[in-house]
Each structure stands twice: as C-alpha cells, then as structure tokens.
C-alpha cells in the first residue's frame, strides 16, 4: 500500500500573515513522522517564506504549477528548478482550473510533469471529468484519456501523483459518492498497472473535491483512495489538521 498523502492547495489565497497556519500545521507534524505524508501546496508567493516555517518538521511544501521549459522568455511562469530552489518538493500539474484559464491541454500537462520530474520534484497530474462530461457517461472515457496523455513517457510509477478531482465537486460542497470515488479510483489503477506493470500500485492517486474533516475518513476508507487533495479546507490549520489526524491514525 503507498503512503498516504494529505496535500493542500491554497490556490490563489494566501497572504504573508497567513503563513501563521502554515506554522501550525507544521508544528504539529513530526519530522521522523511514519504515518500520513503531510503537504501543502502554496501560491509562489509563499513557497520560500512557507519551507522556512516548515523546516525541521515533517511538513513538505509544493508549488501549483510550472511551466514546461526550464527557462526563457516565459514572463509571469516559472521553471520546476525555481520552485524547488524556493523549497518546493511537489508540484500540482494539470488542476481543471488552470486546464480550464489558461487552455492547458493534456500535452502541455505532459510537458509540466516532465519538467517537474527533471527539476526532482514530483508532479501531482490532476485528472477529472466536468458535470455534462459525467451525465454524457463518458467519466471513464476522459478519464482514460487524460491519464494516457497527460502522464509524460518515461516516468516512473513511484515519482508521479494523481489526483482525481471530479470538477464538479471542487470548491462546490458537493461531494462524489464513495461509489463514484471507488469506480474512478479502482479504474486509474488499473490503467497504472496496465501502463507500469506492477510498479502501477506504488503510484498514489489521491481524491479532491470539498474534502473536509467531515467526510475525510468516509473518503479516505474508499478501495484505492492513498489521501486526499484539499482546496478549501486546506487554508486553516485546524481543519487541515483535523484531515491529517484521520490519515495518520
Ligand atoms: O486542489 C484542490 C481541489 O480543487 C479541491 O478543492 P476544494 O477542496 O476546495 O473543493
């Protein structure tokens, strides 16, 4: 069974002041940790200020995105090396909003892990299928798809992350069923075994999509669920933590 994995995604919120949660967190998560792997994805505003205040502790850090090159005229992107230079040692690829702002396609996701990958840092590649894309019956075809594409050739099953994130549920309250959460899950597995031979079960596929301590450990019980990408409920401590301690029992 892979280690569990509690990341965050503080997305576009987050000011200095705020990285007093991130020093709560990381207080409460001991570097010599065995149980739940604890993350939290930063805008990159934060990622220096935020590795500093986790140092010493189990806590990782990680950035949202990067670009595919490694430098360039590129204003306003940022390279994998320069986020692991701040700190970083995740990076989230592929999230449905930055597929959905900036016309990242499955290609350019690719592109993004590879890039992670070269830098040493390890890519997290979001995956998930709209509302009208779920209602038209074809969850498992976008997903199949998105996970044949967007995944770069020469990775290794271990150094990759996914994360299923139906994009209906994200930021909405509305949660997908353990059945539904079950379905996809099980099905990425075995499109992992199927591209990775056996090495395919080291990789973790995480859940996201208003996650909260509430429902957590329903979700977290779910058949081939290894932890859980979190947006909203990510931004305090307390909640975040909360998570955590149900990943770590
Ligand atoms: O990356 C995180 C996901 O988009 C989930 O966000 P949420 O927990 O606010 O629904």
């Not at 806590?59 to 090159?69: D, F, S």
């Not at 016309?103 to 890039?115: F, L, W």
């Not at 590649?125 to 709209?130: K, L, M, R």
């Not at 509430?214 to 933590?241: M, Q, R, T, Y």
Request: proline fraction near 3%.
């Amino acid at each position: 069974m892979p280690r569990t994995l509690i990341a965050g995604n503080w997305k576009m919120n987050g000011l200095m002041a705020n990285l007093a949660e991130v020093e709560r967190v990381a207080a409460e998560v001991p570097a010599s940790s065995e149980g739940a792997e604890t993350l939290l994805c930063l805008p990159a505003t934060l990622i220096h200020a935020g590795s500093a205040k986790s140092e010493g502790s189990g806590l990782k850090i990680g950035g949202e995105t990067c670009h595919a090159n490694e430098k360039g005229a590129h204003t306003g992107d940022l390279a994998a090396e320069m986020l692991k230079d701040a700190g970083a040692s995740y990076v989230i690829v592929g999230h449905s909003e930055r597929r959905a702002d900036h016309g990242e396609t499955d290609a350019v996701v690719a592109a993004q892990a590879s890039a992670a990958l070269r830098a040493g840092i390890t890519p997290i590649i979001c995956v998930g299928e709209t509302l009208d894309q779920r209602d038209a019956g074809e969850v498992l075809t976008v997903i199949t798809t998105q996970m044949a594409e967007s995944i770069p050739e020469g990775a290794e099953a271990a150094a990759i992350v996914i994360a299923y994130e139906p994009v209906w549920a994200i930021g909405t309250g509305r949660v997908a069923t353990s059945e539904q959460i079950a379905e996809v899950h099980t099905s990425i597995r075995n499109l992992l075994v199927r591209r990775f031979g056996d090495a395919g079960r080291t990789t973790r596929i995480l859940y996201g999509g208003s996650m909260n301590p509430g429902n957590a450990a329903e979700i977290l019980a779910v058949a081939e669920v290894n932890g859980g990408l979190i947006g909203g409920a990510s931004l305090k401590a307390a909640d975040f933590l909360a998570i955590y301690r149900l990943a770590a029992q």
